[in-house]
C-alpha cells in the first residue's frame, strides 16, 4: 500500500485497463524506476516510507501548489478559494507591451453564505481578476505563511474556425515542384496555399511537423522524432528566396549555379528514376549554398529585423544553434561528447559559445531565415481567402539525441521513453522512443519550456495539431531496457497543460486540433471540447461501437472535428477500397492471421461502408468505379456536421502508398516518398494542380451545397 499511495501522490499509476473489462497491474519495479526518474526514492520499503512521510508532509503544509489555473468567467480554483481568510495576494502580471503594470492586491474574505438555492457567487467580492496572462502569484498568511507560484489566467476556449471549411492534408517534403531541391519547400508550400485557396476555395492546409532534425547520415526521416521543437529545420527553406541569394558575388555564384544543378538531378531521380527522397542529400546542397550566402552583409534593415529576432528568441536559440555547432564537431549523440559539453550551463560549454561563435551564428541565421519564410507561407495563406491557413503539427515528443533534450535536461525524465501501453491491436505495445517531459519540473517553471515551445509553432500557423493529444493528460513511460508491456501511466496536470495551450491559442488567434485517435481515457474527449479543442475523426472508424458496430450516420458525427478519409499513418482511400493496405502488409510479413481471412474481413468492412454510402445516394455512379468511391467518401464527410474536412492530397491524385507504415523501419520505406499517381508515377506539385482527378473529387467540396441539401438515406442496419 505504500508504495502505491507514493505512486498516487506523483501521479504514476500502479495500473491500466486496456480494454473496458480488463485491469492489469503495474509491476512494482516499474513503478519503483518511474518514481527515481521523478526524483523519488523507492528502491526499499524503508525508502518508499521516508518518501511517503515527505511527500504527505510537504501536502499539507503546501500553500499553494507550484502552478494555478484560473479561467476567465469561471468559479476559482481550490488552490485560491481554500486560502485562510486574511491571506494577502499580489500579483505581478506578466511583462506586456503596454509595460511596466503595478501589481495586484487583495486580501482573502471569508467566504459568503450560500444563497437559498445554495449557490456561491463564481467570482469572490475580493478577487480583482487579473489580466489573460501568465503572472507570479505571492501568498502571505495572517500566520506569516508564505508561498509563491506561476498564476496562469486563461480565456474558456481556443479560437473556432469562424466558419465550416476544407482543406488538404500533406506531407511536405512528399510534395515536389518543379524547382524543388529534391524535396518539398516552403516555396511550394506557400504555392499550394496559393493555389487551393484561390481556386478550390480552400481554408486550410495541414502539414506534417517541420520540426528539427537530428543530423547525421543517415538522419532519422520521421518528422515525429525531431532534435528540436521549438525551432523549424531549415532544410525546408527555399534557397532562391533567400533575399541575399541574389548578391553572392563570383566565385560564389558559379558554385551556386552548380548546387542547383546537382539540386536539380536529384529531383528528377525522385521524380523520374524510382530514387527516394533523400534529405540527407538535399541537406548537404542546401547547407552548401546557405554557407555561401552567408557571406553577404546583411542590410542595415534586415540586421536590424534578425538582432530583433535573436532578442526574442534569446537563451532557447543560443543553445539550439550551440548544441547544432557542437554536433559538426563532436557529432549528434550528445551523451558521447567530452564531459564538460554534455551540460549547456558548463564553463566549457561557455568557452564552446566564444570558440564557435561564427558557427553559432550561421545556425541563428538559419532559424530567423526559416522564421521568415514561415511567416511569408502563412501571409500567401491568408491571402488567398484561407479562412484558418496553414496548420502545424506538434510531435508528441523529441529524440534523445536531440537539441531539446540536450539543452532540457533537467526538464526531461531520464532513462524513460514515452509510448503505448499494449492494447487490442498491439499486444506488444509500443516504444516511440522520445524522452517525457517531467510534470514536476514542467509545474514549477511555470511551465515556461511549453508555454514557449506553442508560441513559437503558433507565430505563423492558423492552426496548430497536436499529435497524440492525449499526452497531455497522461503518457506511457517505459523504463529504459524494459518491453513497453512493463510501463506505466504517468499524469500531467491537464487543467495547466489545456490553460497554457489555450492561453498561447488564443493570442496567435489560432484553432487547434487535437489527434485523439486510439485508446482515450474517459473523460478527455469531453474537456478537450470544452475548451473548444478539435478532435480527429477518420471515416472507417467512425462506428457504433457501444451497440451494433454499423457506420456511424453522419448526423450522428460530432462537430467539433476535423473529418478526414485517412492519415500520414494509415492507407490512402484507394489502397483502403482496393485492400491493396492488407497485401502490402502480408508482403512485409506484418500480419498476424492468413491472408485470405484478412482479405476477407477487410472486404466485407468496405463492402459495408459502400452498401451504406449508397444507401444514402453519395455513390450514383454505382458500384466498381474506385475513383467515385473516393468522391462518394468525401460526399460523405461533407454530410457530417465536422468544422472542417481534412483531404489527404496523394488522394487527389489516387496515391496507394502509404507515408508511414507502423510497425516498420527499413522493411518500408516511411516518410521518403514523393505525391504519386495511380500508376505509382511521382507527381509533382504542378501537375497535381493541373489533374483531371483531382478537379473531380475537388468539385465535390467547393459545392457544399450538394453535401447539404442531398435527401438523407437510411441508417445503415
Known sequence: MGLSRLAALHGVA????????????????????????????????????????????????????????????????????????????????????????????????????????????????????????????TVRTPDRRQATATLVVAPDRVPQPPARTHGFLVQLYSMLSARSWGMG???????????AGRALGCGFVQVNPLHAAVPGRPTDPSPYRPSSRRFPDPVHLHIESVPEYGHVAEPGRAALDDLRQEAAALREAVLNKGALIDRDAVWDLKKQALELIH?????????????????????????????????????????????????????QS??????????????????????????????????????????HDLAVGVHPDGADAWAQQDAFAHGMSVGAPPDAFNAHGQDWGLPPWRPDALAASGYAPYRHLLRGLLAHAGALRIDHVMGLFRLWWVPEGRPPTDGAYVSQDAEAMLAVLVLEAHRAGAVVIGEDLGTVEPGVREALARRGVLGTSVLWFERDWAGTGRPLAPEEWREDCVATATTHDLPSTAARLTGEHVTLRHRLGLLTRGLEQELAEDAADTAEWM???????????GDGDEEAAVRAVHRFLLRTPARMAGVWLPDTVGDRRPQNLPGTWDQYPNWRLPVADAEGHPVTLEEIAASPRLHRLMAVLTDGAEARTAPPGARPS
Open 185 to 195: 519547400d516552403l516555396a511550394d508550400l506557400a504555392d499550394l496555399a496559393a493555389w
Open 611 to 621: 452498401g451504406y454510402l449508397t444507401r444514402l445516394r453519395l455513390l450514383p455512379e
Open 14 to 137: 500502479t495500473s491500466f485497463s486496456p480494454s473496458a473489462d480488463v485491469t492489469v497491474s503495474v509491476p512494482d519495479d516499474t513503478v519503483t524506476a518511474v518514481l527515481a526518474a521523478l526524483g523519488v526514492d523507492a528502491a526499499t520499503p524503508a525508502a518508499v516510507g521516508r518518501s511517503l512521510a515527505a511527500a504527505e508532509s510537504a501536502a499539507a503544509s503546501r500553500l499553494l501548489p507550484p502552478t494555478v489555473v484560473a479561467w476567465s468567467g469561471e468559479p476559482l480554483p481550490a488552490a485560491l478559494t481554500g486560502l485562510p481568510p486574511g491571506a494577502v495576494l499580489t500579483v505581478d502580471p506578466e511583462p506586456g507591451t503596454a509595460g511596466p503594470q503595478p501589481p495586484l492586491r487583495m486580501r482573502v474574505l471569508p467566504s459568503p453564505a450560500p444563497d437559498p438555492a445554495g449557490n456561491t457567487p463564481v467570482t469572490p467580492s475580493w478577487w480583482t481578476g487579473p489580466p489573460l496572462g501568465v503572472h507570479r502569484l
Open 350 to 391: 561557455a568557452r564552446a559559445r566564444t570558440d564557435l561563435l561564427d558557427r553559432v551564428d550561421f545556425h541563428c541565421r538559419l532559424a530567423w531565415l526559416t522564421d521568415t519564410q514561415l511567416a511569408t507561407t502563412q501571409s500567401a495563406a491568408r491571402e488567398s481567402g484561407m479562412t484558418v491557413g496553414i496548420v
Open 295 to 347: 557571406e553577404v552583409p546583411l542590410t542595415p534593415g534586415r540586421r536590424a529585423a534578425y538582432c530583433d529576432f535573436l532578442a526574442e528568441q534569446g537563451q532557447a536559440l543560443e543553445d539550439h544553434a550551440l548544441w547544432c555547432a557542437l554536433a559538426e564537431v563532436h557529432g549528434p549523440r550528445w551523451r558521447d561528447w567530452p564531459d564538460g559539453l554534455r551540460d549547456p550551463r558548463s564553463p
